[in-house]
């Protein structure tokens, strides 16, 4: 390399070096974009809490005497199917916490039978039992 070469590579450091140093460290790294330690501790135990309650809401969906009753009838293994429960993914727990909500508050109103709410726990335990085996 040629000496004009050197001194031009030398002369760029020395300059890009000066103007690091005189910038300030605030302009260089906002720490307003920063999420803090605790902002994702608490995010963490938010999501995690949530998950527990779909859980709990399926479960308790399941474990009703007509549920019991159907995966019995269906010679399906309640046992099995409360077990795979876990295996779910977020969105997928979500939307079936929220649809045994609905069916729970559906019957509970009166706007669904027995028949009904048994077709709706066997699609239930047949979307877990296909989430399950296909993952």
Sequence with gaps: MSFVGKEWIRRFAVGALAIVITIPAGLMAQSDHVVSPADLQRQAAALTQTRQQNIGKVRSFLSSPTAEQTMQKAHIDSGQVKAAIPNLSDD???????????AQRDFAAGYL???????????????????VIAS
């Design 113 to 131: 039978n027995t028949r009904d709410i048994a077709l709706i726990i066997l699609g239930v335990v047949v979307i877990i039992l296909i989430i």
């Design 92 to 102: 997928e727990l979500a939307q079936l916490a929220a649809r045994a909500d609905k």
